[in-house]
């Protein structure tokens, strides 16, 4: 659940110029001695004690934190001035486009703020002029970079470039909401506990629904915590919503079969409570999102990392090692299980690409180890076995197969439309 609205430029503007302290990285480009802002991300309130100058000629990239008025200025005076270097600032469109964020994504977008928030996205109107620049960054005193789209990737997002970026040439401002917010989900045998913090939680409402029909609400008078209790254990799905008014202010939706999250920090699963998890699992048998195997052999070309590049080409998955597949007996992994999961991840680790985000730990189930490996769905989709000839799988039903080149077409345009890469072509 993303909200999405558009608001005016000089509305933006005057909410900036009540910030005491706002947080600011840019991109400028020098034209026949003109210095002109390309791109620039603001973080409000601001995020980061981080500081850089860095002038390589033809670009400079600037860090620090500013008053909300002085980003305000620039906006609508479309000059300014920043660490002694005057810039002038391109046209930019009044109306800008606004999205709404819960905190559980904030990992994904950028430089991270476990918080929720809105992000503004403000149009430059001008023609673009730029010219890219494919060349490394490199002088003295100055860390190197392979371009500036590295650079820039880095530097104003934090993030890795990508394939397929070009130079950013737009101007992000993400205001985090303080008010309330889910702060941490403690997952227990039987129990959920969540923490609420903010600035004003009195008068906010909670709710959680756990499939298929358990639902509870409660209006809130202040931070803290409250638990919710299952007679029958941890349901599969968990729908947490926190509101004031007709206003969604947080959210969290967890796949307790994967154990899966946009901010894993923030949900916190109790021992005891994976293995009931994974014994619940076991039960209902193998799926769309559950693969079991006995054993996993050295072969760059098993089937387990097949299985791998497809649970995170879809919605993410586990797979249970040391469990036979078919049966769901539990055979359980002999020797050190430290070892095996040093091995199994390092697997991942070379043959899996683009990386998959997973997590990989081990249990006790019917007095044997088992070890399980929760895959994340990707943001960085199509993903393949072989780093140099990559082959793509998808997960249909129960099994693994070849994905068809229709399917990575598909996978490859889910990705580029999705906001996290916001200078993709």
Known sequence: MVTTATINLRDLADALTSEPRVSCRMLLRKWNGVVKLRAMMVDVPAVSK???????????????????SRIASWLLRRKGSFRKLRFEVP????????????????????????KPFSLHNIHIAESDDRVDNYEPLVKIGLPSFKNVVTAASQLLYGEKAISGQREPNEIYVRVAHLEAMIEKVYMHP???????????????RLELRAEPNAYYERKLRKAGTQRFSFRDGLPEHLWVMLSKKDRWLDYREIDLKGNRSGNERDVIIDAADITAQIEGIILRGESETVEFKQEVSNDRGTSFLRTVAAFANASGGVILLGVINGTGEVKGIDGDIRAEKDRVANMIHSTVVPQPK???????V?????VVLFINSGDSRPYGVNPNNPR?????????????QEEIRRMAQRDTAEPYFPFQT
């Open 392 to 404: 793509y799988c998808v997960r249909r039903g129960a099994t693994t197969q070849p994905a068809t």
């Open 358 to 364: 997973f997590r990989i730990q081990s249990c006790r």
């Open 190 to 204: 039987i129990r959920a506990t969540i923490k609420i913090s903010g600035s004003e939680v009195t008068g906010t």
């Open 366 to 370: 019917r007095s044997k180890n088992v």
């Open 91 to 114: 046209k930019l469109q009044e109306n800008i486009h606004t999205n709404r964020y819960p905190s559980d994504v904030s990992s994904n977008i950028w430089l991270s703020i476990p």
């Open 50 to 68: 981080l500081s850089f100058s860095h002038d390589y000629g033809h670009v400079v990239f600037l860090g620090g934190a500013v008053k909300g």
